[in-house]
């Protein structure tokens, strides 16, 4: 059975640093775009950022733009999220995904998800 977990979250200062792992087994997701999403309480879930796994195609969200970077790992069927100068703004939920189409910003368009893992961000 397909599927994605993420890892890597946890609490951190303002300023820090993580980074997050989404690990598929399964099958493979090479010719899929990857994408991680956040869920904040009271708010629905957002787009962060999404890599092609045909190139070297990154977007972001303009929140995170210069602070977080998406890469990934073909040969390991991972994808990576690092996160820098975190902010308290930055506490959600965090889900990896895997899909194909477009736009790449919209949750729809992604067919496979992970269980999340949460970032907090203290003050």
């Known amino acids: 059975q397909a599927q994605l977990i993420e890892s890597g979250g946890g609490l951190v200062q303002a300023g820090g640093s993580l980074r997050l792992s989404c690990a598929a087994s399964?099958?493979?997701?090479?010719?899929?775009?990857m994408g991680w999403f956040r869920q904040a309480p009271g708010k629905e879930r957002e787009f962060v950022a999404a890599?092609?796994?045909?190139?070297?195609?990154?977007a972001y969200a303009d929140s995170v733009k210069g602070r977080f970077t998406i890469s990934r790992d073909n040969a390991k069927n991972t994808v990576y999220l690092q996160m820098s100068s975190l902010k308290p703004e930055d506490t959600a939920i965090y889900y990896c995904?895997?899909?194909?189409?477009?736009?790449?910003?919209?949750?729809?368009?992604?067919?496979?998800w992970g269980q999340g893992t949460q970032v907090t961000v203290s003050s």
């Open positions: 399964g099958r493979t997701f090479n010719t899929y775009t």
């Open positions: 995904a895997a899909g194909g189409g477009w736009p790449i910003s919209r949750p729809n368009t992604y067919d496979y």
């Open positions: 890599i092609s796994w045909r190139g070297v195609s990154t």
